[in-house]
């Protein structure tokens, strides 16, 4: 074999073929260094060693190498031959043949050692101590054998791994319709971006496939592996069909997609954007999330490149609750909410469970200034799922009543901002100023960015507002950043202030005795004297009425429980007089409009 590549290099850069038939045994390592063809007159059962047939068809072409040995090293570019040109062989092609070792010793020997891409179709290489192939992209040697392609190959009883690809330059490998079986590890690779398409493990002692390094974004097409529980994948890899493990992959079964999603990503900053389309199914939650869009942020150091900042993420909720919603992940909120056709809502339209923000772009450097407009009965105390943080509300804010009623409230509006939850907390966080602006709390779980607290001592109890949060460090940053407070001094919130926005028409009603009206009467029409009108007895704000007189006598109303101007009662100072009242909340009483 010496004397044939001697001839081969004697022809200087000219390729060659070298065909051998039958069972040969080499002494030593077959040192590769022009790209040639090695063709064999066919593959078939690996176990012949000297002299033993095989237990189905032996090999038309069998290589035999001793213990400890690697078969054959195929060299990269770099290396200068007595000739004076650069040896490399690239391109060496294995072809119908069955490559052996006799035994596989107790050395790292390979079968094939590459640093260079090579093609090999219809071959086993087996029973070696090291990877039967090693596809070696290191930068300790030179060469890449980047680009290499297997088809039909059997990997077989290594002593080590099956293939083996390492290092950044063993990439764009494709891997097709081959086999390990008997390995230590089947396939193992340790860099990624390499293709393996209906490749088959079976009966590897550790793993029939391994995926390791961070971002391994290799991907598997219809491979399959005997044991589940033997492929270890990264969250990077993409699977499609086949039978792999649960792993974090994505994968067809049937049609239906399941695993990690398609992703997409834009790394062209600082800041990678991903978008991610398919089923991922969670363990801990009975929801199904089948897109997501995340922002991945520098995160040093190493071995994590990014971390997710945020995330929106569809998901439905399931038959018992048949939204669709769009949930902010990094702060627990929900978007928006899409009905099914399983609700059967008189009209299909979205649902704001945190309210429709108004707002324009803001000066530079400024937070934008937005108003929400959100419908419910009332204020909420708390957002809703999944957070179920305390609701913060803030100047302009409006709630339109969800169940409004004829003279009843239609919309609240916030002019005092606030946060609003309907009890205080059995635990509620105490905390000590570490610097002034900066709170160690004892229970910052649910404390979140905008509330507005009170601590006791702190600027006499003055209202705060939470600019930041660390959970970790359990510190609360809050404006205005004065003061000073002692130990264990107790954090509560502040509620904010609501006004009436306006109220609805009620009907008019006509009485000649006394009458007590409810908050619907607004226009009250008194027919007889000596009549008593009262208000209602628990008013809301800004709640108006109207009393007149029809005849030549004056009407007495009731504040019944708040004095109307100072008074209980208000009695009209001339016939046929009309009078409005309105509530003052902040004032307890009626106010004669």
């Not at 101590?129 to 060469?143: R, Y």
């Not at 105390?381 to 609701?391: E, R, T």
């Not at 009436?500 to 226009?523: C, E, H, K, W």
């Not at 008593?532 to 007495?556: A, M, N, Q, W, Y």
Request: proline content about 8%; some cysteine.
């Amino acid at each position: 074999m010496n004397t044939v590549l001697a001839a081969i290099h004697a022809e200087a850069n000219k390729s060659a073929k070298i065909i051998l038939r039958g069972w040969l045994y080499f002494s030593d390592t077959i040192t590769i260094t022009r790209s040639v063809v090695i063709e064999g007159t066919g593959m078939s059962d690996p176990y012949p060693h000297l002299g033993g047939p095989g237990d189905r068809v032996a090999p038309g072409t069998w290589l035999g190498f001793p213990q400890n040995k690697t078969a054959f090293r195929i060299k990269g570019g770099g290396d200068r031959e007595p000739e004076g040109y650069t040896s490399s062989a690239w391109f060496t092609s294995f072809r119908d043949l069955t490559i052996s070792c006799k035994d596989p010793g107790t050395s790292s020997g390979y079968g094939v050692h590459a640093t260079a891409p090579i093609y090999m179709h219809n071959v086993i290489v087996g029973k070696f101590g090291g990877a039967n192939v090693f596809l070696d992209g290191t930068k300790s040697l030179t060469g890449n054998p980047g680009g290499s392609v297997f088809t039909n190959c059997l990997f077989w009883f290594g002593k080590s791994e099956g293939i083996l690809l390492s290092g950044i330059d063993a990439t764009v490998c494709l891997i097709q319709g081959c086999f390990a079986i008997g390995n230590n590890f089947g396939f193992r690779d340790m860099n990624g971006r390499n293709a393996f398409v209906a490749c088959h493990g079976e009966g590897n002692t550790t793993k029939n496939y391994l995926f390791e390094g961070d971002g391994n974004n290799s991907t598997l097409h219809g491979c399959y592996s005997e044991d589940v529980d033997r492929a270890t994948l990264t969250a990077w890899n993409d699977v499609f069909g086949g039978t792999i493990n649960s792993g974090p992959h994505f994968d067809i079964i049937c049609g239906v997609m399941r695993g990690k999603p398609l992703t997409y990503e834009n790394r062209r900053g600082a800041t990678v954007i991903s978008t991610k389309v398919g089923e991922d199914y969670k363990p801990d939650t009975p929801h199904m999330i089948f897109g997501e869009m995340v922002v991945n942020r520098p995160s040093p150091p190493a071995p994590s490149p990014f971390y997710p900042s945020d995330s929106l993420r569809w998901r439905f909720l399931g038959p018992s609750n048949p939204w669709i919603t769009l949930d902010s992940w990094g702060t627990g909120l929900e978007v928006l909410r899409l009905p099914t056709l399983d609700l059967k809502l008189r009209r299909s339209a979205p649902y704001f469970p945190n309210g429709i923000y108004l707002g324009k772009q803001p000066p530079a450097g400024q937070p934008p200034k937005q108003v929400v407009f959100q419908a419910g009965p009332s204020p909420e105390p708390a957002v809703p799922s999944p957070s179920n943080l305390p609701q913060i509300y803030e100047i302009g804010d409006t709630i339109w009543k969800s169940d409004p009623s004829p003279g009843g409230i239609w919309a609240q509006r916030c002019v005092a901002a606030g946060t609003l939850r309907d009890i205080q907390p059995v635990t509620m966080p105490t905390g000590t100023v570490s610097t002034p602006g900066t709170l160690v709390v004892s229970s910052p779980s649910y404390l979140a960015v905008g509330q507005r607290i009170s601590v006791a001592g702190l600027d006499g109890g003055a209202t705060k507002k939470i600019t930041d949060i660390s959970i970790s460090d359990k510190k609360v940053t809050y404006e205005p950043a004065n003061g000073t407070v002692a130990a264990g001094a107790a954090i509560t919130f502040v509620a904010p202030k609501f006004e009436t926005l306006y109220a609805a028409n009620g009907p008019s009603v006509t009485t000649g005795m006394n009458l007590a009206i409810t908050t619907d009467q607004r226009f009250v029409t008194v027919t007889a004297a000596q009549c008593l009108i009262s208000l209602p007895k628990s008013p809301s704000d800004g709640e108006t009425h109207e009393i007149k007189g029809s005849g030549d006598f004056t009407v007495t109303i009731a504040g019944n429980g708040a004095n109307i101007d100072g008074a209980a009662n208000y009695t009209q100072s001339t016939h046929r007089s009309n009078t409005r009242v309105r509530f003052n909340s902040a004032t307890g009483e009626w106010e004669i409009r």
